[in-house]
C-alpha cells in the first residue's frame, strides 16, 4: 500500500549522534508532503477524468454498435425495397404486354372485319352499279323505240281513246320500272 501524505507527515526518525540537521529534513519532508498530495489530487483527477472518458467511450461504442445494427438494417430493408421494386417493375411490364398484345389482336381483327366489309361493299357497289346502268338503258332503250315515233303518227280524234292510251303506256311505264327496281 502507497504512503499517504499523513503518513510522511507522522514519520518520526530516530536521533543519532551526527543525524542529519533536522530543520532541513523537515522542510524537505514538508515539500515532499506537498508534492505528494499534488501528484495524489492530480491522479485522483485523472482516474475521474478516465472514467468520465470510458464511460463517454462506452457511450460512444453503444452509439456505433446501434449505428452499424441500423445501418445493416436499413440496407436489408433497401435490398428488400429495390426486390420488390423489380418483381413489381416485372410484374407490370408483363400485364402491359399482355394488354399490348391484346390490343393488337383486337385492332388485327377489326381491320381484318373492315376489310371484309369493305371488299363486300365493293361489290356490292359493282352489282348495284351494273344493275343501275341496266335499268338506265333499257329505259333509254324504251324512249329510243320507234313505237313513240309511230304513236305520233296515229291522229285520232277522240280525246278519250287518247287518254286511254296514255294511261295503259304511263301504266305499263310504271309497271316496268317497278319490275326494272326490283331487279336491283
Known sequence: MPLSPLDIHNKEFTRAFRGYAEDEVNEFLDQIIKDYELIIREKKELEEKVKQMTAQM???????????????????AA??????????AKLIIKEAEKNADRIVNEALAKARK???EIDALKK????????FKMLVE???DL??????????????GLTEIQEQFKLEDEEEF?????S????L
Open 79 to 88: 435490398e428488400e425495397v429495390r426486390r420488390n421494386a423489380q418483381q413489381e
Open 58 to 76: 462506452e457511450h460512444y461504442n453503444t452509439m456505433e454498435d446501434t449505428l452499424q445494427k441500423s445501418i445493416v438494417v436499413a440496407q436489408e
Open 174 to 178: 310504271i309497271k316496268n320500272s317497278t
Open 138 to 140: 333499257a329505259q333509254l
Open 143 to 156: 324512249l329510243n323505240a320507234d313505237d313513240w315515233d309511230h304513236l305520233m303518227e296515229y291522229d285520232i
Open 180 to 183: 326494272e327496281q326490283g331487279k
Open 124 to 131: 356490292q357497289s359493282k352489282v348495284f352499279r351494273n344493275r
Open 114 to 116: 373492315i376489310t371484309i
